[in-house]
């Protein structure tokens, strides 16, 4: 059963930088596609943030952080990262990391929840201003 194990995350002020990390374990495992995802506050729905196809490392980002964020992926390593720059307070909340590796996964553009199969445990992102 494949793992995905987040890590980076924290608090920073408004401008500041934050690396996110996100890698598979739990065997020999190929994604279709991985991706960020952003729940503001408990209750709140997931957001996209930015999704990456593994077959030719094409990337998406959500609006709000085009120019500011970016996904890149490390195939060696299997792992994906989240770059984010010039942070704004209204990037903080809980960030999860997701992958599908099946066929019928990665259909609706990277920035929907229903894209992914698997999940990571959440790290904290808070930016104050």
């Known amino acids: 059963q494949a793992q995905l194990v987040q890590s980076g995350g924290g608090s920073v002020q408004a401008g500041g930088s934050l690396r996110l990390s996100c890698t598979i374990s739990g065997g020999t495992y190929s994604s279709n596609c991985m991706g960020w995802l952003l729940r503001r506050a408990p209750g709140k729905k997931l957001e996209g943030v930015a999704g990456i196809y593994t077959a030719n490392s094409s990337t998406v980002y959500a609006d709000s952080v085009k120019g500011r964020f970016t996904i890149s992926r490390d195939n060696a390593k299997n792992t994906v990262y989240l770059q984010m720059d010039s942070l704004k307070p209204e990037d903080t909340g809980m960030y999860y990391c997701?992958?599908?590796?099946?066929?019928?996964?990665?259909?609706?553009?990277?920035?929907?929840?229903?894209?992914?199969?698997?999940w990571g445990q959440g790290t904290q992102v808070t930016v104050s201003s």
């Open positions: 997701a992958a599908d590796f099946s066929a019928f996964g990665c259909l609706y553009g990277l920035l929907s929840h229903a894209d992914y199969g698997y």
